[in-house]
T-cell receptor, first 115, second 117 residues
């Protein structure tokens, strides 16, 4: 069974640029959630995708957007990067969507640095 | 709104000591789920335990044990006979029940545990 994978591992961008982060969900999982973890903080929920549709969003501006593909992999896109977007971006997959008890399996994250 | 507080920012212990990580939560839901995750330096969050609000029975798994007390809204985590490999950041998290909305996790700010020889 393949776990959650994310790419790239590290990324350096400059302010104003755009970035795309990728996530492959664990086999059999149809739900992907994205979290932003600033240094020294806990992860913050960005949004969740279920069967290719956004299914809930945290307190993040519209320049954070995403996609989920038929194979349940997902992308996180961030436009007009700001310095505060520097963080570890974590992807988590789970089966089902509307059950808060479902365990979420996390990937290793993408470390984004905005200069 | 849901909130998780981990008041201990950093704890240092010597190997073989017992250590307890505190977690206090706030929620208006009567049904909810509590989690503990471990984040080693590699960055990946590792699931440790899930507990639903109706199950206040304490749980033990090897050197790990969890104490859930609904009366004080706490879900504390104890590591017995700590080892260097336990060094990591530990997060407590809270999730809503099946309400038709995204099953997001609300995390605390984490407790960094440093176990030395």
């Amino acid at each position: 069974e393949t776990g959650v994978t994310q790419s790239p591992t590290h990324l350096i961008k400059t302010r104003g640029q755009q970035v795309t982060l990728r996530c492959s969900s664990q086999s059999g999982h149809n739900t992907v959630s994205w979290y932003q973890q600033a240094l020294g903080q806990g992860p913050q929920f960005i949004f969740q995708y279920y069967r290719e549709e956004e299914n809930g969003r945290g307190n993040f501006p519209p320049r954070f957007s995403g996609l989920q593909f038929p194979n349940y992999s997902s992308e996180l896109n961030v436009n007009a990067l700001e310095l505060d977007d520097s963080a570890l971006y974590l992807c988590a997959s789970s089966s089902g969507v509307r059950t808060g008890s479902n365990e979420q399996f996390f990937g290793p994250g993408t470390r984004l640095t905005v200069l | 709104a849901q909130k998780v507080t981990q008041a201990q920012t950093e704890i240092s212990v010597v190997e073989k000591e017992d250590v307890t990580l505190d977690c206090v939560y706030e929620t208006r839901d009567t049904t909810y789920y509590l989690f503990w995750y471990k984040q080693p330096p590699s960055g990946e969050l590792v699931f440790l335990i899930r507990r639903n609000s109706f199950d206040e029975q304490n749980e033990i798994s090897g050197r790990y044990s969890w104490n859930f007390q609904k009366s004080t809204s706490s879900f504390n985590f104890t590591i017995t006979a700590s080892q260097v490999v336990d060094s990591a950041v530990y997060f407590c998290a809270l999730s809503k029940p099946n309400t038709g909305t995204a099953s997001k996790l609300t995390f605390g700010t984490g407790t960094r545990l440093q176990v030395t020889l």
